[in-house]
Structure formats: C-alpha cells, structure tokens
C-alpha cells in the first residue's frame, strides 16, 4: 500500500511538471501583450479528391456530349500517270475517309457545339448520343481562328443540354472533368485539375487556352471541360504531348469565348470581332528595363493603330494597360482573351498608367476590316470577299496604299496588290501580318505578292 502511494505521488509530481511547462512555455509566447498562437497541425482535406463527389456532374454531362463522325469522300485515280498526262485511260473510284471527335449540345432543340477541326472538310456530318440514337448534323457555322463549329441536328424529343458556366470565375486548382470519346470510346470521363488559365501557346488563333491535367486524348477534340456542378467551362481542343497521345497537359477554349461565338453564328451568320486598335506587349522585368521603367506587369503599349477606338479614346505610346473593366491585365493572352468576347462598338473601360498616374479611358471597340497598318510607308488592310473570289484565295492582305517616295514608282505593281506572305512567314490577316512586321528589327522586307494584273512578283522593300 505505501508503495502504492509513492506511485501515485510520483505520476501527480510528473502531471503537475509537465502541466507547468506548458503553461510556462505557452505564457512565455506573450510578447508585448500579443499571445503567438499553437500551430495547428490539422490537415485540410476539404479540397482532396475522395471529398469531391463526381458523380453528379459526370451523370449529368455525359448525356449531353456526343460522337462526332466526319464522312469525306476522296477521289482515287487507279493510274495517276495516265490521269496527269491526260490520255484517258484512267478510272476514278470514290474513297470514304471517317474522322471521329466530339461535341456538346447546349440547348434541347439540338445545336451542337464542337472543333472546327473535328468537321473540316466534311461532306457528310453524323451525330450520336449517349442514348445510341443517331442523327445527320447540319454545319450552321464555323470560327476556323478560334477552331469552334456550331452544328444542328432534328430530333422530335428535347435532348439533354450542357449549361454554360463563367470561365473567368475557375481558379488554378479547382477540380474539372473532361468529358468526351477518345480512340471512339464513348462517354468517357477523366478528372484532373485548372493547371492554368489564359495560357498562349503561340497559336495564330487563340491565345488564351484553359489548361488542365485531365487526360484528353485523339477523339476528345470537341468535348466538354466542365466543373464539379457540371457546368460548361471550356471545350477540349488541343493537348501538349510527344507522343500525339496524352502526356501531361490538355487545352480548352473558354466557354465565354465559346458561347460569344455561337451566338454570333446564330444571330449573324459569322463572328463579330472587335479590336482595341494597339500594338505592344507584355512587360516583364528584362522588358521593364529596356524601357527604363518599373513596371513589369501589364500591357505596353508601343503603337496606336490609326482610325481606332484607342486612338479616338486617346491612348498613345507609352501607356501601361493595368485593366480591362474589372479584369486585371497582367498578359498579352489575358487581354486578347478579353476583348475576344467583345463585339464591334462595345465599349470597354481602359485602365492605364501614365507618367506614374493611373487613367481611366472609355475606348470603343473597333471592327477588325475597318482598320488599317502602316509599315515603312506602306498602308496594308485586310481582303475582302470580292479580294478572294478575283484571285482564288482565302488569306492574306492587301496594298492599300504606298505613301513612301521611294516606293512610288513601283505604284503600278504595290497598289492594290495582295501581299502572301513576308519574308517567307505565311500572312493570313492583318494580325498576323501587324504582329510579324512589329518584331522585326529593320524595315527591309521580302513580300511575295499578286498584283492586280494576276502576275506573282517577290520583291524586296
């Protein structure tokens, strides 16, 4: 019994020491009145996969993603010699190719979402749900640029239809599913999550892509990049891999852009686009420097284009664009994937930096055809639909006037004439041609183009 109590007394001595130090060590933390408070060592699962319940948004958006066939019809000559020299003999015969992809329906009465790729060059477009059921599709439109195809099909039922979310309101790390029928697996569903958003990938098109790590593989072009409420908030395009097969990384078209150009396609026939009206780049330190300014994030402004809505709002050289309405602009593809959802004489309010100060400029958007860029006194604007049809063509610029002297004598040959490519860079548009001729270190250029004669020249100016 008394060995009893010296235990007893001993296990209360160590409770008491070890309370005391405790109290000790934590009383000690007070410093100046402020208590430094435990750290806390519990883990925060609420953002774990197993937490997060797919199912729902998975149940819901696979209904409503669809198999894309495209049919093409390929003529096949049984002896191509005798075809080239025309001596008759040879027989043609009808080849079927079949192209399979993706695509999302985004209302019950069967208008279908998908890549412009996924349907290019088709003579015959079938659809087939979820449910097995097949339909013809009819193309109602396409945005090659920005790779997005509206396509329609009849049915005598309401089909189920994936709802639009906010693309700009995803966050780097929020879980997404990628929804679609990769190698003609239909309805299949990956998990990953937002690796980033607003990435360039050097595309002449987009230039803003959603990028996740959810496996996207050949087939999935067109598919649905949704949340976990299952809404629409991107449509799997392209992915990032050596092997042409997921390695790593996928990308989607924002659905804000997305949903901007079908309703164009509905309500116009093409897609409306509205430019800002400058030229420039995004800062960064290296760029900061050349500059002689401290400022290494935004949009700088080197040029204003003439007859734009910059130009008319008055921004000039130097200005640092900082923010597009209420969306903060760090990125050249973060204020393109702006202004891409904006239609020509939408006003958008600019806020710059100048001379240290900041300034708020309404500037009315501008459509793209009604603009023109000038380079070593040559004025250049887009071709039209009259343009294409006289010199069977569908890209390029033309010569709208020569204003340098030097260049005058060759007015015959330069006006009017449609410029091919530059310096042996293909030239499709006014974009791509301002965004080529803005980095190059000197004004001598090789153009290759048709003057209005017909006759191809290359010249060097």
Do not use: C
């Amino acid at each position: 019994m008394k060995k009893f109590g010296s235990l007893l007394l001993l296990s209360l001595m160590s409770g008491a020491i070890t309370l005391g130090a405790y109290k000790l060590f934590f009383d000690s933390s007070k410093t100046n009145g402020i208590t430094l408070a435990a750290p806390n060592y519990a883990k925060n699962v609420s953002l774990a996969a197993e937490n997060i319940d797919f199912t729902a948004a998975a149940e819901s958006t696979v209904h409503s993603v669809v198999h894309v066939k495209n049919m093409t019809t390929q003529r096949v000559y049984s002896d191509p010699f005798a075809y080239m020299f025309g001596n008759g003999r040879s027989q043609t015969q009808e080849q079927y190719q079949v192209g399979t992809g993706s695509g999302v329906i985004i209302s019950e009465d069967g208008f279908i979402v998908t890549n412009n790729h996924v349907i290019q060059n088709a003579n015959e477009l079938e659809v087939t749900l979820n449910n097995n059921k097949s339909y013809k599709a009819k193309l109602v439109g396409t945005d090659s640029k920005m790779d997005i195809a509206l396509l329609k099909i009849e049915s005598d039922e309401k089909l189920p239809f994936a709802v639009f979310g906010d693309s700009e309101e995803i966050k780097v790390g929020e879980w997404v599913l990628a929804v679609g029928n990769p190698y003609n697996l239909t309805s299949t569903v990956t998990a990953g999550i937002v690796s980033a958003k607003a990435r360039n990938l050097g595309n002449e098109g987009i230039q803003s892509f959603i990028q996740t790590d959810a496996a996207v593989n050949p087939g999935n072009s067109g598919g649905a990049l949704v949340n976990t409420r299952g809404e629409l908030i991107g449509i799997n395009t392209m992915i990032s891999s050596p092997t042409g097969s997921y390695a790593g990384y996928s990308f989607a078209v924002p659905s804000n852009l997305t949903r901007k150009i079908i309703e164009d396609l509905m309500q116009f026939g093409n897609v409306q686009r509205g430019v800002l009206g400058i030229e420039g780049g995004e800062l960064n330190s290296k760029f900061a420097d050349e500059l002689g300014i401290k400022q290494t994030q935004g949009f700088y402004v080197n040029k204003v284009t003439k007859n734009s809505g910059a130009e008319k709002a008055g921004l000039s050289k130097g200005d640092i664009i900082v923010q597009l309405d209420t969306k903060k602009i760090n990125s050249f593809s973060e204020l393109t994937a702006y202004v891409n959802t904006k239609r020509p004489d939408d006003v958008i309010e600019v806020n710059v930096l100048r001379d240290g100060k900041q300034k708020i400029l309404p500037v009315k958007l501008t459509k793209r055809e009604m603009l023109n860029y000038e380079f070593n006194g040559i004025e250049f604007e887009d071709i039209d639909a009259t343009d294409k049809k006289q010199f069977r063509i569908s890209e390029g610029i033309k010569i709208k006037k020569v204003n340098n002297p030097e260049y005058l004598e060759y007015g015959e040959i330069l006006n009017d004439a449609i410029i091919l490519s530059i310096d042996g860079q293909k030239i499709k548009d006014m974009e791509t041609a301002s965004r080529y001729l803005a980095k190059k270190e000197n004004q001598k250029a090789r153009y290759q183009i048709i003057a209005k004669n017909g006759q191809m020249y290359s010249i060097i100016m």
